[in-house]
């Protein structure tokens, strides 16, 4: 069974969705916005499961999927990617989400623990981690350190890394994650808006948001906003819902 997501574009926009797949390396077909059971981008109703991606505003748009390329690791030519998806141990004390940066892979995979995850953007080999603080590695640049990631009680825990990349006033549906997501923009900027916060986030800063946080997000600013996002969720629950129990102020706009 294929799990989907929903999200509508403006005409001749782009947009990238995230979702998981059973079928690793499948790219779902598109489909109309007239789809019930619709694919989605940070919104999103699923067959037997949910996902995050970027939607955005217009309604009656067409619908498009997005690819888990997370066994072969890469970003290929899909503008939304999950390309890592790895078991977390049940830690011991505070776990963080590190970014950094290499020359090269070669420098990049001898640095690499089991819950690190490679991917060449930008000219760079980025090798992103969750795990304990660890200390800088000769040779890379440390982009960020992000945490600690609060982590709800869970018997099991699985990290997702994504890429994603959207225009300007691409926005997400109201949704929870099951555990903690944190995003490390590239490029662009975005709004993120919960019951008690509104967080703005330009290039090259981060943010989080606790699992079961209600949380409404829209990119903002003038270029494309691409950011790197990983969730560490419970493995016993869907990393995503969408919910109708609370509704944005308005503080993102969109």
């Known amino acids: 069974m294929l799990n989907a997501i929903r999200c509508s574009l403006p005409a001749r926009a782009t947009l990238n969705c995230i979702h998981p797949v059973e079928h690793r390396e499948a790219l779902v077909r598109r489909r109309s916005a007239w789809a019930v059971a619709a694919i989605a981008a940070l919104t999103g109703d699923v067959v037997g499961g949910v996902a995050a991606a970027q939607a955005s505003g217009a309604s009656n748009s067409p619908t498009i999927a997005c690819a888990d390329s997370s066994v072969s690791g890469t970003i290929g ?40 995850a490679i991917v060449e953007m ?100 003038t270029v494309t906003r691409r950011a790197f996002f990983v969730i560490v969720h419970d493995t016993a629950r869907p990393f995503y819902s969408e919910i109708n129990t609370w509704k944005p102020r308005g503080a993102c706009g969109g």
């Open 122 to 221: 930008d000219g760079k080999a980025w090798l992103l981690t969750v795990g304990p603080r660890r200390p800088p590695t000769p040779g890379a640049q440390r982009v960020a350190d992000i945490g600690p990631l609060p982590l709800p009680k869970a018997s099991g825990y699985e990290m997702i890394l994504a890429y994603v990349a959207v225009p300007p006033g691409s926005r997400s549906a109201v949704h929870v994650q099951s555990g903690p997501e944190a995003w490390y923009v590239l490029a662009g900027s975005q709004c993120v808006e919960t019951p008690s916060t509104v967080r703005h986030i330009d290039q090259g800063q981060s943010g989080i948001v606790p699992a079961d946080t209600p949380l409404y997000l829209v990119a903002t600013g």
């Open 77 to 116: 030519a899909t503008a939304c990617t999950i390309f890592a998806r790895r078991p977390i141990p049940t830690p011991d004390g505070p776990l963080v989400w590190t970014l950094d940066a290499f020359p090269t892979r070669a420098a990049a995979v001898r640095a690499q623990v089991p819950t690190s």
